[in-house]
């Protein structure tokens, strides 16, 4: 299958070449930059250097390709998608622009109305676990937000089993690394800034709530800090039972929803010190690692999940979706387990 | 085959034999066979606070 990236200069773009080149039913044809044309690929990311000769081209003079990854910034793509849509086969978008059914939600999360709201209808959001059999046939997934594909991964087979109370709002605490913040984030990853820092930088509004919502049906109050780590989410998420439960019950649940699944593994283990999901032993790989304890004393759940941004929270996923929406087995390019220690 | 009693996970303990002690694939607790036909396990007993003392 012929590939192309659009945008492939950013951390993200980088995590879809390192997938692209070595999977064995792709070949990747082109990678666009418009800050970076002309130059190698390896300028922007070092760790592809003898993988490929490919050289940045400018967006305008990429050709139809049979998939096209666009992981360029948020309120860029949903300009431009009638465009790469028009080119021909699937489009797999990693950015915002196309996550949301409601197009008013657009102006409130991302500060624009959409111009094409019809596409919100066309587009999948394409987390394979939730929506695999709409992403069969697609051509144009919509891939989820980081943290977002961890917290609706953890939340909800728990809402959708009817233990948690939706009558009142699940709190979600989510911790990021830099990386989520993409390669040209500012002067708040520089260094100096983030080194040491954990930072409350999205105390409540945070744009991927909106996600969350649409996919779990329950109402959320989402804080998120920065800390100290390049890659990784983990999110915490803490809800109130319509009435008392068991472990064996939550560990029913979450083995119904999953227990097939190949990138989503059950982490509650009695002893030793990785008892529950921790993001760093997930760096480079497409897991998502789901915990679990139970807070009788005030009838909560907390549920945590942990990923690597770059990949199951972007490029993993991505290359995940396609994998279904082309027919080729799912884990295909995707087997790295991660390392440890890191 | 039988079922950890932490967890409900099916743990196959058909080769072992009584007094074994082995972890359960998905919770990982320690888990003690205590007969083989037909199968039962129990929680492995822990190390008390005072060990030793």
């Known amino acids: 299958m012929r590939a192309s990236v659009v945008g492939g200069s950013g951390y993200v773009g980088g995590e879809l070449l390192r997938l692209l080149l070595r999977h064995p039913r792709i070949e990747l044809e082109q990678v666009s930059s418009d800050s970076m044309a002309g130059k190698a690929v390896t300028r922007a990311h070092p760790n592809l250097r003898r993988t490929t000769d490919l050289r940045f081209v400018p967006h305008g003079e990429l050709k139809p390709a049979e998939v096209t990854f666009v992981a360029v910034p948020h309120r860029e793509s949903m300009h431009r998608m009638p465009e790469w849509l028009a080119r021909g086969g699937i489009v797999v978008d990693l950015s915002a622009d196309h996550r949301l059914k409601d197009p008013s939600l657009y102006p409130q999360y991302y500060g624009v109305a959409h111009p094409h709201p019809e596409l919100l209808v066309r587009s999948v959001y394409g987390l394979p676990e939730l929506h695999r059999e709409e992403i069969r046939g697609s051509s144009l997934i919509s891939n989820p937000g980081c943290i977002a594909a961890a917290t609706i991964l953890a939340l909800r087979p728990l809402v959708a089993s009817g233990l948690v109370d939706t009558d009142r709002p699940v709190v979600v605490d989510a911790k990021s690394g830099s990386s989520a913040g993409g390669s040209d984030s500012g002067p708040a990853s520089s260094h100096p800034e983030r080194s040491g820092s954990m930072r409350l930088y999205a105390p409540a509004g945070h744009r991927h709530t909106a996600e969350i919502e649409q996919e779990t049906g329950a109402k959320i109050g989402m804080s998120a800090h920065a800390v100290e780590a390049v890659r990784g989410v983990l999110s915490t998420s803490h809800a109130f039972l319509r009435a008392p439960v068991d472990e064996k019950e939550i560990w029913r649940v979450y083995r119904a929803a999953y227990g097939s699944e190949p990138f989503v593994r059950i982490v509650h283990e009695a002893d030793g010190i990785h008892r529950e999901p921790e993001p760093k032993v997930l760096s480079g790989s497409n897991y998502c690692d789901i915990g679990f304890a139970l807070d009788v004393h005030t009838g909560r759940i907390i549920a945590t999940s942990a990923i690597d941004n770059l990949m199951k929270g972007a490029a993993g996923n991505a290359l995940q979706a396609l994998n279904v929406a082309a027919g080729f087995p799912e884990t295909m390019g995707l087997e790295f387990p991660g390392l440890h220690p890191i | ?53």
């Not at chain 2, 932490?6 to 082995?22: K, L, P, Q, R, S």
């Open chain 2, 1 to 53: 085959m039988t079922e950890c009693p932490a967890c409900d996970a099916h743990v196959e303990c058909a080769a072992m034999v009584a007094g074994e002690i082995f972890p359960c694939t998905d919770c990982g607790t320690e888990l003690e066979v205590v007969t083989t036909l037909p199968t039962a396990v129990q929680l492995a007993p822990k190390e008390a606070e005072d060990w030793g003392e």
